[in-house]
């Protein structure tokens, strides 16, 4: 399971990679079908477990036999009992948190229909990409995976998705692996995003390198352009992960955070004890008071790639993706 995550006329790629416009997709089709794995789980026979669960997995080949292994952690060397009584235990366990998804999730479509058009673009800007036909959803553990890109299918963990304020959200070993600050994007509405940030993922994998927090920040930004234009509808703060006033107010002190990097020459560095401080995930940046958000790095690193397709229009997202991130940050020339 990997885990994360020609036919349309390349002048039209070319004009439409950093216009302003949407792109007409009306023309392009995305076949996707939703299939509903906790359904399936869930209404297992606790007495008949052992036959009726074989008939499930058979039922989805590939990703039942990896969510016993992977998500359920279901050790092949256990005994047939031992296996037995451990899911009986988390079908037991797990029951309030399947009511709650079928009570969210009674109807999924509007998640399938949105998940659908971001492919639709997908194959706009992407013809070669073959993009995944199926969508698979499931109830695993709330400590553990939530939404999947394998092979050509997305895996959507329901149980990731019950809303903020979910009450099992607050269980001590929940936040020992997901705090607050990640668990209020526990939302429903953030499935499309989940879904078409493993496909920028799988499209362009991030390699682990020693590189300059500049060239970090632009990498960033980067995969957010692309993300922005696979889900042109969806507000800028759930794309980057901000909530809407930490977005309204990093877009309002752009001059501040971007002097942060300026005056302490942080741009070249290669110290993974700053660079730690400004990519990736964490509850807020020090430097810049307790109601800002983590990841700040990345927030300036979309705004320098906006900055430059403004002046270079042109450019295709292969292009982009392809042009190093110092050329990209120094022609950018950023100054907010």
Known sequence: MRFLLMTVICSALIFSCNSNKTPDISGIKADLTTRRFERDFFELDSNQLPAQLEAVIAKY????????????????????????????????????????????????SPYEKEIEKALRYTKYYFPQY??????????????????????????????????????????????????????????????????????????????????????????????????????????EYMLIGYTEKQWKESSKRQAQIWNLFIQNNFLQSIDYNIIKNYIGESPKTQELGDASPGNIGAFCGWQIVNKYMDKFPETTLTQLMSTDAETVFQQAKYKP
């Open 61 to 108: 080949p590939s990703f039942g036999e990896n969510f016993l292994a992977t998500i359920l952690n279901v050790d092949p060397k256990w005994s047939g009992d031992t296996a037995v009584n451990y899911i009986r235990g988390f079908l037991l366990s797990y029951r309030p948190v399947f009511d709650s998804a079928q009570k969210v999730f009674a109807d999924f």
């Open 130 to 235: 073959k993009v995944p036909s199926k969508i698979i959803t499931y109830i695993g553990p709330l400590d553990g995976y939530g939404d999947i890109l394998d092979a050509d299918v997305f895996i959507v963990g329901l149980h990731q998705h019950l809303g903020k304020k979910f009450s099992m959200y607050s269980n001590a070993l929940v936040r020992e692996t997901y705090p607050d600050y990640i668990s209020a994007r526990f939302e429903p509405a953030y499935i499309p995003v989940n879904c078409m940030k493993n496909i920028v993922s799988d499209l362009y994998p991030e390699k682990e390198e020693d590189k300059s927090l500049v060239v970090q920040m632009v990498e960033k930004g980067k995969r957010l352009f692309i993300l922005q234009k696979l889900l042109p509808a969806t507000d």
